[in-house]
């Protein structure tokens, strides 16, 4: 039925036609709105201010970005109204039916294709009927407060401070019909029919019950919200935890209690184990919990959940994740990708903030400075707590460090704040040359039982304990007695890297450790090249690469089992540039690096470099396929092998060699 038609049709047929599907659980003293004998008075028409058709246009276009939010706007308008009716009750003033049970109904009529919300709140005289609703842009709710506050008293719980939450109703209806009476005793019920592009008009009902009725006939592409199904999925969705009972065809559909209201310690662990399944779907209970609220720089209450455990399958897609915003326990937007750093997107739970207004959308949203300090507020919070959490039990900490440490690592690598870096590296977990395998440590206990003087805070990346010990670059720092972490996650090498310090500690790499050998005699019977001649081999050393393919080559002690090694500034960064170098450029980019950045450190003590330096004089050519093995080899420890299958044609001709195989 048309707009325009439904509007014409008599008052008694309107009132029969679309409240006949009333709901199996009326509101108190409303199942007949009209007496037998009630009046039929003309209605009255009026017009809608002059930029109204404008602003109808921006509600339903461009204000909301999903059109199920009317419900949620009607459901926070139902809610006010009973907030609004709860106060009055409290100042002492008097009200009509002053025992009935406060609570929203919600009702559908796929017949008639209407949805219906009713409440037995504060109901609206003519004169605020006219205000309310025939003013976009005017909140009744915002005139209540000031009122209140001029009056003393506590207003703060009503929600609807909007202005234009009512006429969201028109994204969805093509007729709207609102049945009121105030709660003033001995006030007249009102009739508001609108379209929404006609003005509206206004006439007097009687029998109507304290409260407001809103009957929404449905547009065509609207349908869905005549079933009961779609409409009990949004109402749990956006108004769950609304502070009202909320009965959908004689059902009430919102049970969970809204928890951060609450004093953490009133709440049992059952408790919050059933608002995390809700929210996240999902059967384990919650590994941690934290319930905040601050007051400043942005007024929230918020309760977080961390999971058990990371499905693999989760973690490249996060979109089953994330907290929700409300606002006084009304959902704005459900797993909100702006409240969290990408960092913490494996949390689930809920942030309710009373500075948010329900009618941004998700574009707004994204841009709101209210947003960012909320993100900044939770992101402080959430690092503290896990830092307290890992002092508190440290062995329920690795564990959920081994689960979520992933995302600890994007947070150092993603934050441009040192400070917040630094404080995410706190969380950081390694094995220890100083300490037994599979035994953790953060980087504060390496710095507390650093050798005074120490400045640097030193680590190796391997892909295991025993490949780490066995490294030449962990030999020096070794027989020096420092500590060394050994990082096994290939991510560990870029994230102490980004760090780049840690409390005023240099963060450095056993590869780029400049530490001298410890200051031990040489042992009985060990030779090694006198400098003369070990600068000489050098120098043929380099010849004999190519110095396109190597920066310097020199003599060092800084190992002693080794006949070479390769240190490399900044190697970090260079295996990771490597790695990123697309194939048809890692050829020319490989050799430009290994030109301008390699260094060579021969081990003058070493057996093979010893007989080299005699080699190159007496069999140049296999003391060439040596010198350019040695080299690989030496790349290879450092994790800087380009194509390791290049070796093979080489180390043929060495066994070829030392096999003295005739052809």
């Known amino acids: 039925m048309s707009g325009r038609l439904y509007r014409r049709l008599p008052l008694r047929t309107l009132l029969t036609k679309t409240l006949s599907p009333v709901s199996t659980r009326p509101i108190h003293h409303t199942s007949h709105l009209l007496s037998s004998s009630s009046p039929e008075p003309s209605p009255q028409k009026h017009n809608f201010q002059a930029e109204t058709r404008q602003l109808l246009d921006i509600v339903a276009k461009s204000l909301y970005s999903e059109r199920e939010v009317f419900l949620r706007e009607l459901i926070s308008n139902a809610a006010d109204a009973l907030e609004k009716l709860r106060y009055t009750q409290l100042k002492g003033d008097e009200i009509d039916d002053p025992s009935a049970t406060l609570h929203i109904e919600c009702s559908l009529s796929e017949s008639l294709n209407s949805i219906t919300i009713e409440d037995n709140g504060i109901g609206m005289t003519k004169e605020e009927l006219i205000a309310n609703l025939g003013t976009i842009a005017r909140s009744g709710s915002r005139e209540f407060i000031k009122s209140a506050g001029d009056g003393g008293g506590d207003a703060s719980n009503i929600i609807g401070q909007f202005g234009v939450g009512f006429y969201s109703a028109f994204m969805v209806g093509g007729h709207v019909t609102v049945l009121t009476r105030s709660a003033k005793p001995g006030s007249t019920g009102y009739v508001w029919n609108s379209n929404g592009e006609d003005g509206y008009d206004i006439q007097e009902a009687a029998g109507l019950s304290r409260g407001t009725r ?24 956006h108004s769950n935890f609304v502070g009202f009972p909320i009965y959908l065809d004689g059902v009430q559909v919102n049970t969970i209690e809204p928890l951060w209201t609450r004093k953490p310690s009133e709440i049992a662990d059952e408790e919050h184990a059933e608002l995390y399944q809700s929210l996240s779907g999902r059967k384990d209970n919650p590994m941690y919990t934290m319930q905040f609220s601050v007051e400043t720089p942005v007024s929230i209450k918020c309760v977080l959940y961390v999971p058990q455990f990371m499905p693999q399958l989760d973690i490249a897609n996060l979109t089953n994740f994330g907290i929700s915003l409300y606002c006084r326990k009304v959902m704005v937007q459900a797993q909100s990708p702006k409240l969290l750093p990408e960092w913490l997107m494996f949390l689930h739970g809920v942030v309710d903030s009373e500075d948010i207004p329900l009618n941004l959308s998700r574009e707004l949203l994204q841009e709101s400075v209210v947003i960012s300090k909320i993100k900044s507020v939770i992101t402080g919070k959430m690092i503290a707590y896990l830092n307290r959490q890992a002092k508190r039990d440290p062995e329920k900490y690795e564990q959920f460090y081994r689960e979520f440490g992933r995302f600890l690592r994007i947070g150092i690598v993603t934050t441009e704040s040192q400070t917040e870096k630094e404080d995410l590296a706190k969380l950081l977990r390694f094995e220890s040359s100083k300490e037994e395998k599979g035994v953790l440590v953060s980087l504060d206990q390496y710095i507390e039982r650093a050798p005074e003087g120490q400045k640097q805070v030193y680590y190796l990346s391997a892909p295991s304990r025993d490949m780490a010990m066995e490294s030449p670059y962990f030999e020096t720092l070794q027989e020096n007695d420092l500590e060394v972490l050994f990082a096994y ?45 070990g600068n000489k081999l050098a120098s043929w050393f380099r010849d004999s690469l190519g110095r396109e393919n190597v920066k310097e080559v020199k003599m060092s002690d800084r190992q002693h089992s080794q006949p070479a090694v390769v240190t490399v500034e900044n190697l970090t960064t260079l295996r990771r540039y490597l790695e990123m170098t697309p194939p048809e450029q890692k050829e020319a980019n490989y050799k430009y690096l290994l030109s301008d950045k390699v260094v060579l450190e021969l081990n003058p003590s070493h057996p093979i470099i010893r007989q080299l330096s005699s080699l190159k004089e007496s069999n140049p050519e296999v003391a060439g396929l040596v010198a350019a093995q040695l080299f690989d080899n030496a790349l290879m420890n450092a994790d800087l092998v380009h194509d390791p299958r290049r070796m093979v044609g080489r180390i043929n001709q060495i066994l070829k060699a030392v096999t003295d195989v005739k052809e």
Do not use: M
């Open 214 to 237: 809103i009957i929404i006939q449905l547009k065509e592409d609207a349908l869905e919200f005549v079933k009961k199904d779609r409409v009990r999925e949004v109402l749990r969705k």
């Open 489 to 533: 996650n290939k991510e560990d090498d870029v994230v102490l890297y980004q760090l780049g310090n840690f409390k005023d500690r240099k963060l450095c790499t056993a590869e780029s450790a400049n530490v001298k050998p410890a200051d031990k005699p040489d042992k009985p019977g060990v030779e090694k090249l006198e400098k003369q001649e």
